[in-house]
């Protein structure tokens, strides 16, 4: 199972991912909402789009003979974001806990910003399976960053200084989380992360204290980002949460954790982490409930099959795992009689389906739909719809 697995993963690579998008001549302008207690609202759409570039930007990081460049430059949708200034980039390999992504400062008069995009992995499936049946211990991260025992994965590496510096993090003191258990893959994948980002994350806190810290991952990015939520908010950070087919983490004790920590409640203007789901996105259902896994709150569901989507398909969702919502597909026959959660050759598609296309690091990402769709977010310098800046960009 897992080497099918595996090869599905590694035709990711291979398979056009754009293949079956819909021609966007047609498409029409952002809508307003129906007037329901569940729709978002027209500036929360925006919100989320914006964010989805940015952390589609980040499948530039580990790409072969690509990446990001200061001031912040890349062959992706760094162009979109003028304001930006790239911090550091982090790959920390590729086996299956790999982790890949970016730290980028976003000033005025863009919403300042200490942003941190956290990439998703080709080999998502291979992550969730072979890894997803030995679950651990969930232990937040002791205080102590500059432990002796460098070799440690709960540590940072010791920043050796006569004196200290302003780039060690803060002590963590988080409450205990019991009887909580978390998936091994993303565990580690996260404690290899934090080891690369703690320092540069540190320095850019200091130097931007009243910058919002905002974290968005796609993917196993997602998983990683909501590990990196809980270490950061045991520092007395204050995150700010956004996850586009984020998997199962653990167990319902830690999603409970996740609830309690992030303050999560039914006014969802107030809440600070918002979990992106996509109909027929099987990664948000595993791994498997049947394993253990559960799913947390603050769910923000896209009822839209196909790019793009209107502000009238998404909603918010009630609880943990809401029927109406990702949790109520688990059982969908569909296609072919086979359950949401087993359409696997859906990772190729609506699992990258978050209001574009993601995981690809391409010249503009495309930028002649974005115009077409949404003229007035796109980031650029309000000088009309921008069809004239993109007319020589060539498509990979």
């Given at each position: 199972?897992?080497?099918?697995?595996?090869?599905?993963?590694?035709?990711?690579?291979?398979?056009?991912?754009?293949?079956?998008?819909?021609?966007?001549?047609?498409?029409?302008?952002?809508?307003?909402?129906?007037?329901?207690?569940?729709?978002?609202?027209?500036?929360?759409?925006?919100?989320?789009?914006?964010?989805?570039?940015?952390?589609?930007?980040?499948?530039?990081?580990?790409?072969?003979?690509?990446?990001?460049?200061?001031?912040?430059?890349?062959?992706?949708?760094?162009?979109?974001?003028?304001?930006?200034?790239?911090?550091?980039?982090?790959?920390?390999?590729?086996?299956?806990?790999?982790?890949?992504?970016?730290?980028?400062?976003?000033?005025?008069?863009?919403?300042?910003?200490?942003?941190?995009?956290?990439?998703?992995?080709?080999?998502?499936?291979?992550?969730?399976?072979?890894?997803?049946?030995?679950?651990?211990?969930?232990?937040?991260?002791?205080?102590?960053?500059?432990?002796?025992?460098?070799?440690?994965?709960?540590?940072?590496?010791?920043?050796?200084?006569?004196?200290?510096?302003?780039?060690?993090?803060?002590?963590?003191?988080?409450?205990?989380?019991?009887?909580?258990?978390?998936?091994?893959?993303?565990?580690?994948?996260?404690?290899?992360?934090?080891?690369?980002?703690?320092?540069?994350?540190?320095?850019?806190?200091?130097?931007?204290?009243?910058?919002?810290?905002?974290?968005?991952?796609?993917?196993?990015?997602?998983?990683?980002?909501?590990?990196?939520?809980?270490?950061?908010?045991?520092?007395?950070?204050?995150?700010?949460?956004?996850?586009?087919?984020?998997?199962?983490?653990?167990?319902?004790?830690?999603?409970?954790?996740?609830?309690?920590?992030?303050?999560?409640?039914?006014?969802?203007?107030?809440?600070?982490?918002?979990?992106?789901?996509?109909?027929?996105?099987?990664?948000?259902?595993?791994?498997?409930?049947?394993?253990?896994?559960?799913?947390?709150?603050?769910?923000?569901?896209?009822?839209?099959?196909?790019?793009p989507p209107s502000v009238a398909d998404i909603k918010y969702c009630e609880g943990d795992e809401d029927p109406h919502c990702i949790a109520g597909t688990a059982a969908d026959g569909s296609s072919w009689g086979i359950p949401a959660r087993f359409k696997l050759w859906e990772l190729f598609f609506a699992h990258r389906d978050y209001f574009w296309r993601l995981g690809l690091c391409v010249p503009g990402g495309d930028p002649k739909d974005w115009y077409r769709k949404y003229p007035k977010h796109g980031g650029g310098d309000g000088?009309?719809?921008?069809?004239?800046?993109?007319?020589?960009?060539?498509?990979?």
């Amino acid at each position: 199972m897992a080497t099918y697995l595996g090869r599905l993963s590694f035709l990711a690579l291979l398979i056009p991912l754009t293949a079956g998008l819909p021609s966007q001549a047609q498409v029409p302008l952002v809508q307003h909402a129906r007037s329901n207690d569940t729709s978002i609202s027209v500036e929360l759409f925006a919100e989320l789009e914006e964010l989805a570039r940015i952390v589609d930007i980040s499948y530039c990081v580990g790409t072969a003979g690509l990446g990001i460049q200061k001031p912040f430059q890349c062959v992706s949708r760094c162009g979109e974001f003028e304001d930006f200034e790239l911090v550091t980039t982090w790959n920390t390999g590729p086996l299956l806990s790999d982790s890949c992504g970016y730290i980028a400062v976003s000033h005025p008069p863009s919403v300042p910003r200490i942003v941190l995009a956290f990439r998703g992995t080709y080999s998502i499936a291979n992550t969730i399976v072979d890894l997803s049946t030995v679950p651990q211990e969930y232990v937040p991260y002791p205080g102590d960053d500059d432990d002796d025992t460098d070799s440690s994965d709960y540590v940072d590496p010791r920043i050796v200084d006569e004196e200290p510096s302003d780039d060690t993090p803060p002590p963590a003191n988080p409450p205990k989380c019991e009887n909580c258990t978390v998936h091994t893959g993303f565990y580690s994948s996260w404690l290899h992360t934090r080891k690369a980002i703690l320092p540069d994350l540190t320095g850019a806190i200091e130097k931007y204290p009243n910058y919002t810290l905002t974290l968005v991952g796609h993917s196993l990015g997602g998983a990683v980002a909501a590990l990196a939520g809980l270490d950061f908010l045991a520092r007395g950070w204050d995150p700010r949460v956004t996850t586009f087919g984020e998997p199962r983490l653990g167990n319902k004790q830690l999603m409970g954790y996740i609830n309690d920590r992030f303050n999560i409640t039914a006014n969802n203007d107030t809440n600070k982490f918002r979990r992106v789901t996509h109909v027929s996105d099987p990664v948000p259902l595993l791994p498997l409930e049947e394993w253990g896994y559960s799913m947390h709150s603050e769910e923000i569901f896209i009822s839209a099959p196909s790019l793009p989507p209107s502000v009238a398909d998404i909603k918010y969702c009630e609880g943990d795992e809401d029927p109406h919502c990702i949790a109520g597909t688990a059982a969908d026959g569909s296609s072919w009689g086979i359950p949401a959660r087993f359409k696997l050759w859906e990772l190729f598609f609506a699992h990258r389906d978050y209001f574009w296309r993601l995981g690809l690091c391409v010249p503009g990402g495309d930028p002649k739909d974005w115009y077409r769709k949404y003229p007035k977010h796109g980031g650029g310098d309000g000088d009309g719809d921008g069809a004239g800046d993109i007319e020589d960009v060539t498509e990979l």
